[in-house]
């Protein structure tokens, strides 16, 4: 432990160039520019910090493993399906089985999350577009970790189980139920992160250039923690106690957001700082914002092909450097 600490000491400030090569040679498979950029960084870092490149490269081999054991996933599906569902949208769902699958559903049946159902229906497969610069219906479906399509044609409820998830489902039926459609709208953009506003609101956003103010991201939770952190200094709480409460308060807010990226990505970054006081190592933001990075895409590796990671960390980069 001490030994792995001097070192994480002694490379403080160079992990991003493990975070760069790392997604670098994800876009290198289907890009010259980024396989030449790879190139240049592995000499860099070869001739600067050996032992840096050679972090890379392990980090690099976990991604292609990950890479390969995705594309290896078995898409062949038998009806009828049966499963768990995990989250619920106007006229979708997730279904949990090996796998997870996206289900476009219609039916009279009201569905949420942590329903055991059996569904049958068509199944649809994507294929990559090989047109450059287009929308990729693939690389999309995999960046959000699903392995296919399903149109469900019929649906029967078998069981109810808990889900994280339902809790933001619950919190955001009570605010239908409890206020204004409006004023339900506005808060379950700006506290849960649900984008169901009316259809006018989204093009008037939109036309204004302001979409961007209605998705909850890391500032919200700087604001928050900053708030909360002035509020126990007035209560004369103990510096401790204030960041203990804080890391709770991170899990209970994630929970009811989803575990959205850019809330979880804000909450990591925030919790590593702690942990780097905590045991007194000297890494520096950048640093922690780099593992968390490598953290995500070994986790999915396809994640990079997310709009919403990309910007949530793009921004996070150029803040913190």
Known sequence: MLRLKNLLQYDTGKFIHVAILGFLSILARSSYIATILFMAELIFLIKKSKRIAIYSLVVILILFVRIEFISARDTDIQFPLSGKISEVYDDRFYLQT??????????YISVEPGMIVQISGSHYTPETIN???????ELYLKSQNIIG????????VKDQSFSILLIRKTISDYYDH?????????LKLFVLGLDEGEDELKNISSELGISHLF???????????????????????????TDLLILVFLILYNVITGFQITILRASLLISGIYLREYLGI???????????????????????Y??????SFLIAFSLVL
């Open 149 to 156: 399509v399903i149109y469900v044609n019929e649906l029967t």
């Open 282 to 304: 000297l890494l520096s933001r950048a640093d922690i914002l780099s593992f968390i990075f490598i953290g995500f895409l070994i986790y999915n590796p396809y994640l990079l």
């Open 178 to 186: 409890m206020f204004d459609p409006n004023l339900s709208t506005y």
């Open 215 to 241: 998705a909850i991201s890391g500032m919200h939770i700087g604001l928050l923690v900053a708030g909360f952190k002035a509020l126990m200094r007035w209560l004369r709480v103990t510096k401790e106690k």
């Open 98 to 107: 090996d796998h997870q699958w996206l289900c476009y559903y219609d039916g």
């Open 306 to 311: 997310s709009l919403g990671f990309q910007l």
């Open 131 to 137: 047109i450059m610069n287009t929308f990729d219906y």
